[in-house]
């Protein structure tokens, strides 16, 4: 019995990704969205795009990277894009990740590396999973009047920059992604700057 209590306490710790708060808000403005339900996008986003766009790639890896894409912010909560610190997220998020993965209830033997081939992977896989987190606050924002743009002051450079990787991986998606900040800087949500 001591391996299963064990196991439940493991999953009361993955259970704490959904106290993480994000800045993005769901369903036009109603709330911030938490780490866990951004992880449960993500998944699903990833999948969808992945058959939308035909590429070939292994979708039980894909949908694992984005299922462990934010474990990290477990102990390290959620770095805002635009944070000055958002350098050494890494670092903490690693860390965390790591005592997941030495956890005695922890059944997956391979969560550190799924952790990792999704932080600094160049796989198809990884790749994609990089665009659509970008992507989904993105569409968020878009969603919701801008209002994490604006409480935060976030200018269309920093969106821009943020985004340009984008272009190189899937040029479709990158230009929907201008086209929607010039949107967002006509409607006055990002500042033109």
């Given amino acids: 019995?001591?391996?299963?209590?064990?196991?439940?306490?493991?999953?009361?710790?993955?259970?704490?990704?959904?106290?993480?708060?994000?800045?993005?808000?769901?369903?036009?403005?109603?709330?911030?969205?938490?780490?866990?339900e951004h992880s449960w996008?993500?998944?699903m986003a990833c999948w969808s795009i992945a058959r939308t766009f035909q590429l070939s790639l292994n979708e039980e890896l894909l949908l694992k990277l984005a299922l462990a894409h934010d474990l990290?912010?477990?102990d390290a909560g959620d770095t805002?894009?635009?944070?000055?610190?958002?350098?050494?997220?890494?670092?903490?998020?690693?860390?965390?990740?790591?005592?997941?993965?030495?956890?005695?209830?922890?059944?997956?033997?391979?969560?550190?590396?799924?952790?990792?081939?999704?932080?600094?992977?160049?796989?198809t896989e990884a790749k994609l999973?990089?665009?659509?987190?970008?992507?989904?606050?993105?569409?968020?924002?878009?969603?919701?009047?801008?209002?994490?743009?604006?409480?935060?002051?976030?200018?269309?450079?920093?969106v821009l920059n943020a985004h340009a990787f984008i272009e190189r991986e899937f040029p479709q998606i990158h230009a929907w992604l201008k086209q929607n900040v010039e949107f967002a800087v006509a409607q006055g949500w990002l500042e033109d700057a």
């Fill in 72 to 74: 990290g912010e477990i």
């Fill in 80 to 123: 805002f894009l635009y944070a000055p610190a958002r350098a050494d997220a890494g670092i903490r998020e690693r860390a965390c990740v790591q005592r997941l993965q030495q956890h005695p209830g922890n059944g997956i033997t391979e969560l550190a590396d799924v952790w990792e081939e999704q932080e600094t992977g160049t796989s």
């Fill in 41 to 43: 996008h993500l998944a």
């Fill in 1 to 36: 019995m001591q391996k299963f209590d064990d196991v439940i306490q493991y999953l009361r710790e993955l259970d704490r990704l959904k106290l993480v708060n994000r800045r993005s808000y769901v369903a036009g403005g109603v709330r911030l969205e938490n780490s866990a």
């Fill in 129 to 158: 999973i990089k665009v659509v987190d970008r992507l989904l606050p993105f569409l968020l924002n878009v969603s919701s009047n801008g209002r994490a743009w604006q409480e935060n002051k976030v200018k269309k450079s920093q």
